[in-house]
């Protein structure tokens, strides 16, 4: 069964600064790769998403994440936070059709 | 609203009885999922419809647990005999085939006391 590691459970930063966040999964084989973002109080919302091409992804919100194949990692960046970028972050992988989620990571934005 | 709706919101049950969540997915959305989260963990896969086909269940789906979609639309998920571990969030997603983006609902948290 495939798993996903995300590297930190609870980030703390300042408005401005830059955002990584670490996603690590143990699947060999062709995946499809997402990260999943939900603000306190609302959904899972799809914030960005990889299936081929180039291994660099933009998503929304100024969200970027790169796919590196020989590492099995998917990063999450965004060079300048706000405020509102507090929110729990899942990094999810799926071969076919469902999806294995992370642990998830807290991101405490302090303005 | 036009996202996956979910119902009830949050539901408290005594140990022992049984509950019923609806999930009103996407409505040109064929494929429908059913995870379960609890508290620190992503959400984890439970079980899967194409169309009104229950195709796959994980075995975190003890036979207390069904689910169904009829006429490919809406679907409930039934949890029976409930006991506490059984407090989670329970999610309902969608999508289509073609695309594989999954779209979430907002939960039914389910508290058994």
């Known amino acids: 069964a495939q798993s996903v590691s995300q590297h930190n459970h609870h980030v703390i930063l300042s408005e401005a600064a830059s955002l990584e966040l670490g996603c690590n999964y143990s699947?060999?084989?062709?995946?499809?790769l997402f990260w999943y973002v939900q603000y306190p109080g609302q959904h899972l919302q799809l914030l960005l998403k990889y299936f081929s091409g180039d291994p660099l992804v933009k998503g929304i919100k100024g969200f970027e994440a790169e796919f590196i194949k020989s590492k099995f990692s998917f990063n999450l960046r965004k060079p300048s936070v706000q405020w509102s970028d507090t929110a729990e972050y899942f990094c999810a992988v799926s071969y076919d059709y469902k999806l294995s989620f992370g642990a998830g990571t807290t991101v405490t934005v302090r303005a | 609203d036009t996202g996956v709706s979910q119902d009830p919101r949050h539901k408290i049950t005594k140990r022992g009885q049984n509950v019923t969540f609806r999930c009103d997915p996407i409505?040109?959305?064929?494929?429908l999922y059913w995870y379960r989260q609890t508290l620190g963990q992503g959400p984890e896969f439970l079980t899967y419809?194409?169309?009104?086909?229950?195709?796959?269940k994980s075995r975190l789906l003890s036979d207390r647990f069904s689910a169904e979609r009829p006429k490919g639309s809406f679907s409930t998920l039934e949890i029976q005999r409930t006991e506490q571990g059984d407090s989670a969030m329970y999610l309902c997603?969608?999508?289509?085939?073609?695309?594989?983006?999954?779209?979430f609902g907002q939960g039914t948290r389910l508290t058994v006391v």
């Open positions: 419809f194409q169309n009104e086909a229950q195709l796959e």
């Open positions: 409505s040109e959305h064929n494929r």
């Open positions: 699947y060999g084989g062709t995946v499809n």
């Open positions: 997603a969608s999508s289509l085939v073609e695309t594989r983006e999954a779209f």
